[in-house]
């Protein structure tokens, strides 16, 4: 029987975007506990959720994020605004949202390459549509009025900016508790 991991493709937050956003989900989550922000170090962007990996595809994934990367340099990014998915009626996740300064497309660019490299060893690119985003926050029941109107308010609040760098597969493991991630392969870009 294969040994199963559950991986996906994402970038991580630097140190000082990580704690920036991280102070803003702290001020979201206020004293309201329906709210669980996530560990500063642990914010990234997915580029791809490959779910159920087996781990004998660890190298091979990491040389297909190797070929998909190549020649693409740093990606500057703005994370700006906040929202939340399903809606904001219905509140499941807190996110921040990641652009391209003047409408860069480099981001968009990098998830289609390397949705190109997943398919040719075998693995299924991303079905949904791509939204760059970096999860903040899970939400477990209905939040307060004060955090949809925060979140509604915040939907053009400029959060960070940074160079992203590397690119990597990353394990979430539920073992260390819920959303607790490590990285099994990094490859940097430029």
Not at 70 to 88: K, Q, T
Not at 149 to 172: F, H, M, N, Q, R
Request: aromatic share 4%.
């Amino acid at each position: 029987m294969k040994h199963l991991l559950r991986t996906f493709i994402g970038i991580r937050c630097g140190p000082t975007s990580r704690r920036d956003l991280h102070r803003q989900a702290m001020a979201l989550q206020g004293d309201d506990p329906a709210i669980k922000v996530h560990a500063a170090k642990d914010l990234h962007l997915t580029l791809h959720y490959l779910g159920n990996t087996p781990q004998e595809d660890i190298a091979l994934l990491g040389e297909a994020l190797e070929t998909a990367v190549e020649g693409v340099p740093p990606i500057e990014v703005d994370y700006r605004g906040l929202g939340a998915f399903p809606s904001l009626e219905r509140p499941r996740v807190l996110w921040a949202g990641v652009q391209e300064p003047d409408g860069g497309t480099c981001l968009r660019d990098l998830q289609r390459a390397i949705g190109r490299a997943l398919r040719e060893v075998g693995y299924r690119p991303e079905k949904r549509a791509f939204h760059p985003h970096v999860t903040l926050a899970r939400i477990h029941r209905r939040p307060t009025e004060r955090v949809r109107t925060a979140v509604a308010a915040g939907e053009e609040l400029d959060l960070s900016s940074e160079s992203l760098s590397e690119v990597k597969l990353i394990l979430s493991d539920p073992s260390q508790g819920p959303y607790h991630y490590i990285d099994l392969t990094t490859v940097d870009l430029g």
